[in-house]
């Protein structure tokens, strides 16, 4: 199984997907053109990644999510659901800078839906 990498840009977040290690990060503003063509590989290879190993972590640093972004992480959630009902591993790590409260709400409500391993965790303000 190979890794992914993909550089942030000013609409989409970086993504690395370390196959070795189990663990998918985000970090950055997401709100592309097209989020199903953005995200659809990277959910593809959360699949494979827990078909293969059936363990998978996730590391978030989502600043800000448009509404097509949200849809493509309530998919990557479903996925997640689903493996952990299966048996399997998974968790979320989801940070958030302590000034930007509108994420960590959105966090508690993706969290709500999840019965896995699921942490939103305030980074200390930079500055």
Same mark, same amino acid.
């Given at each position: 199984?190979?890794?992914?990498?993909?550089?942030?840009?000013?609409?989409? #977040?970086?993504?690395?997907?370390?196959?070795?290690?189990?663990?998918?990060?985000m $970090?950055?503003?997401?709100y #592309?053109e097209?989020?199903f063509?953005?995200?659809? #590989?990277?959910i593809?290879?959360a699949? $494979? $990644?827990?078909?293969?190993?059936?363990?998978?972590?996730?590391d978030?640093?989502?600043?800000?999510?448009n509404?097509?972004?949200?849809?493509?992480?309530?998919?990557?959630?479903?996925?997640?659901?689903?493996?952990?009902?299966a048996?399997r591993?998974?968790?979320?790590?989801?940070?958030?800078?302590?000034?930007?409260?509108?994420?960590?709400?959105?966090?508690?409500?993706?969290?709500?839906?999840?019965s896995?391993?699921?942490?939103?965790?305030?980074? #200390?303000?930079?500055?």
């Amino acid at each position: 199984m190979t890794n992914i990498e993909i550089a942030a840009t000013q609409s989409t #977040p970086a993504i690395s997907a370390d196959a070795g290690a189990g663990r998918l990060t985000m $970090r950055g503003d997401s709100y #592309p053109e097209n989020s199903f063509a953005f995200f659809a #590989p990277i959910i593809e290879w959360a699949e $494979r $990644r827990l078909a293969e190993t059936g363990a998978l972590a996730v590391d978030l640093y989502l600043l800000y999510l448009n509404t097509s972004s949200v849809k493509a992480m309530m998919d990557l959630f479903d996925l997640l659901e689903a493996a952990h009902r299966a048996g399997r591993r998974v968790s979320v790590h989801w940070y958030y800078d302590q000034q930007n409260l509108r994420v960590a709400e959105l966090a508690e409500e993706f969290k709500e839906d999840c019965s896995f391993a699921f942490e939103i965790i305030a980074e #200390p303000t930079a500055g």
